[in-house]
């Protein structure tokens, strides 16, 4: 009960919720008193002589940043979104750039254990975050000649589209193979 609880204010934005609205206001000004802070400690004539507020203000946000981290982790189980972390939906969904190049080449980069022994299959996401990589892919699986120039202006046009996740392809074991195969080195 009190993991579900720290988790509806954590995370869900309830306009009826009073506890959730004063720690979403704590938190958004307090990292905006840390934004502040940076700028003033470049000051010199501030920070000289104000190191140590600066210091122990330092410390009091890095202590309810931490508890705030450890209070996501620990209520996260109450989400069935995150109940189930090799098995779940999210578990092996592929999108960023860089990782998706990753996954392409070796998927025990991110997996270490693989999808189908847990009942999962690999899931490779195209939007905003696609990078170069995930855009000569889509390419590839659309049939359309990749190359690095219409690879970079698809990519270009999934971030400029400012939309997040646009389409999701689950991978069956035949095109998985193909990509896996194709991608390895010698």
Known sequence: MW???AWEILEINDEHDKQGKVFHYFISILISLNVIAIILETEK???DGNELYFRNFEIFSIIIFTSEY???VWACVSSEKFRQPIVG??????KAGTHLAAILKNPAAYEPIPPRAVGNRRRIVFGELAGKT???YLM????LEKDDEGAKAVASGLKNLRMGDLIEIPLEDRLEKKIILK???P
């Open 3 to 5: 993991k579900k609880r």
């Open 45 to 47: 004539s501030i920070y």
């Open 70 to 72: 450890l209070f996501r």
């Open 89 to 94: 939906s999210s578990a092996y969904k592929h």
């Open 134 to 136: 995930g855009a000569a």
């Open 140 to 143: 590839s699986l659309l049939g």
């Open 183 to 185: 991608n390895k080195k």
